[in-house]
Each structure stands twice: as C-alpha cells, then as structure tokens.
C-alpha cells in the first residue's frame, strides 16, 4: 500500500513538518505484529510517498457493522491486540489520538493491523498535546475542554471501542457533535444492554474515567493491570502476541 501526498497542497497548508514526522513516527514503532509496516519513504519533485505492507482483508468499522456486535472471544482478541500496539507506540515516545475501526485493519488471517499516523505525536514525560483532533465519538474529555492530553487519551478511546466492539454503537451519542461533547465532558454514556458482559462492562467503565488518572492502563503498572483484569481472566495474551491463538 502506498500513500501518496501532493507536495504542494502539503505546501499550502503548512503541514511540511507534519507529513515528515508521520514518516518518522512510522519508521519509529512499525517493527511490531500489530501495527502496519512501513517499508520506505521516498520523494519526487511533485509527491511524497510512504510505501506501507499490503494488508489484505477489511477493516474494524466493515466488521463490526457487518456482524452488528463482535463475540466475547473476538472482543478479548481484539482488544489486546489494540492494547499491545498502543503499548508499543507510547514506549517510543509517542501518541496516537486517532483510534478508531476504521483504522484497524484486519488481515486473512484474523489478526489486526493498527494503521494512520496522522495524528500522533511526539510527547515528552509530563508535556500534553493541545490539538483537538481525531474522531468525535472516539475524543477523550480533557481533550474537549482543551486541557490538552497524553497517553490516557489512547486508553479512553480503547474504552469507547470495547464498547462499539460488544454493542455495534459508540458509548456517547448526541444529535449534534456540541451535543455529543456535553455528554462525554459528563461522563453521561449509553446504559450497558442487558446481555453485555459483567467483566467487559466494569472494564469499559475503569478506561472511561473522566479523571486520567484513574483510567486503568495509565498508572505505573501500565497496561499489566489491564492484562490482569477479570475480563481477561483465562485468556492468554502470549498466545495472542505470539500469534499463535
């Protein structure tokens, strides 16, 4: 797969710096099972190119809205799958801001690849990112009260996805995005249906805390709290590393 960006729209909108640290960031964490592989970058006088692996199959957005709702084993697989690949990129220094299905990719042969880096970025320890941007229905809340964010936000969107994963629909609906924003700020979230998962349902509460530092995954045992949380209980995240589940 190759992106291919015209050099002088990249030109006219100032966003030179953001295309070559794209690049970067891709170059930086693509050596990793779950995260698409960039091969090259390379330029002409008209267009820059980032040539990626070819990842055949759909992506997250077609399955969930193809099937409705994704199994309780799907859902497990998937999510860890999700978690491990943002694990990989903030070790590196980096984050993501833009999960969403649409930028999971699924492979034949069922393991996903996590895709568009657009909108990371570079974050140094206790620095945030002030620009709001990426999906509304996946956006954290102290990104909309212009709070800036950092790597919690990654793991509050791994929330709204669990949830779109079990149910087929985003946590948080509103008829306009001002209204969609008012009810992330107050945490006020679809109820759970009734045959959602205990275990899933406590989990996507404990990624959806409004205060960051409650969210689990952020503290210092980082994602291993989430690995060990009863959701997973019996479920092997080696196996799912090692691709071999």
Avoid at 131 to 141: F, I, N, Q, S
């Amino acid at each position: 797969a190759v992106k291919v960006m015209d050099k002088a729209k990249i030109l006219e909108i100032n966003e030179t710096a953001h295309v070559v640290q794209e690049s970067k960031i891709m170059k930086s964490v693509s050596k990793h099972p779950f995260i698409v592989s960039m091969l090259e970058s390379f330029q002409t006088p008209s267009a820059m190119f980032i040539v990626m692996e070819y990842a055949s199959g759909r992506d997250m957005f077609f399955m969930i809205h193809e099937r409705g709702t994704l199994s309780l084993f799907q859902t497990r697989a998937y999510i860890t799958q999700v978690t491990l690949a943002l694990d990989h990129v903030h070790s590196k220094g980096f984050i993501y801001r833009d999960l969403k299905p649409e930028n999971l990719l699924i492979r034949e042969d069922g393991y996903l690849r996590l895709t568009d880096f657009g909108f990371a970025k570079a974050l140094k320890p206790g620095e945030r990112a002030y620009t709001v941007c990426g999906t509304p229905d996946y956006l954290a809340p102290e990104t909309l009260r212009q709070q800036g964010c950092n790597r919690a936000a990654d793991f509050w969107a791994i929330g709204v996805l669990l949830f779109e994963m079990m149910t087929g629909y985003p946590p948080f609906h509103g008829q306009t995005h001002s209204d969609l924003y008012r009810r992330i700020t107050a945490g006020r979230m679809r109820s759970f249906p009734r045959q959602f998962d205990e275990d899933a349902a406590d989990l996507v509460k404990r990624l959806l805390k409004q205060s960051e530092g409650e969210r689990i995954g952020v503290g210092a045992e980082g994602i291993q709290k989430i690995r060990r949380h009863p959701f997973f209980k019996g479920f092997s995240w080696t196996s799912v590393l090692e691709q071999t589940l």
